[in-house]
């Protein structure tokens, strides 16, 4: 596992401010912009999606969702729902929902940073949760890395922080991805990675407080900072025309360690999957 992650996580909101300021402003990156001015433009994703997913993490009760699916992008600026964001990457590795922007990006190598909003977890989501805190909705920091290790496969690995306090703590995952293209119309996306998380974040989603553990009967659980997930996916993206496009997936993830034995835990198997529809302009 990633060394100390609740050192990692103290003082990060600070460190991730400072680390985006200073890359933003470096020799190194102007020259890269510099590089990039011609290319810039404005590219788009606008569609629908349907998606099933677990209630929570651990959950034995699956949701299904009809959601919208857009991506705004000019230059290395990116703002988009979750998955919508990969159809502007040009490598094809999953692309995390929020504003993000690569800051640093040298042959195979690159760098980023970005702000997106994490919904929490309600009570209400699942009969379950009767009796927990509920987990506030916050605001997480992210840097990420990948590197191409050839046209195919891609190695990446991030660090998220709640910036608010709103008890969301820290994580951290490495991936590695699969990118191969079937025909001139069709491409296969494939990944597989470990997720780890601090102890406040594995104490808030996968924990018993002791005012719960009286409140609802179950065992106080307090998990300490490790790996929580193991996941893999495997999808197809079809180019119907020019501009029109169709996508599905599916993932799955196995909890681990601590947040598999976690009373909250009803399947430590989740799988989940989506089918799009969209129109990408101008890639």
Known sequence: MPPDLNTLEL??????????????????????????????????VLGLATSMS??????????????????????????????????????????SPGASADLIQRNRFKIGAGLRIDGGRS????????GLPQIRRTLRARVYASY??????TLSAGFTQDILGRAGGATASIDAGYRARL????????????AFGSTQYMRSYFGIPQTSSLQTGLPLYQPSAGIYDLHTVV??????SENWIIYG???????????????????????????????RCCK
């Open 235 to 240: 999808g197809l993206t079809k180019r119907l």
């Open 249 to 279: 997936e599916l993932n799955l993830s196995r909890l681990m360690g601590k947040a598999a034995h976690s009373p909250l835990t009803k399947n430590t198997n989740n799988l989940g999957g989506s089918i799009g529809l969209a129109y």
């Open 183 to 194: 025909n001139s119309d069709t491409e296969l996306l494939a990944g597989a990675g470990a």
């Open 148 to 153: 191409a290790v050839t046209e195919q496969w």
């Open 11 to 44: 003082g990060t909101s600070r460190i991730l401010l400072i680390l985006i300021a200073t890359l933003a402003n470096s020799s190194a990156l102007a020259e890269e912009r510099l590089e990039d001015d011609s290319n810039e433009s404005i590219n788009y």
């Open 123 to 130: 009570v209400e989501d699942d009969s379950s949760l009767a």
């Open 54 to 95: 677990p209630r929570y993490a651990g959950s034995a009760q699956r949701d299904f969702k009809l959601r919208p699916l857009w991506a705004l992008q000019y230059g290395r600026l990116r703002i988009s729902t979750s998955k919508a964001g990969s159809f502007m990457s040009e490598s094809g590795e999953p692309v």
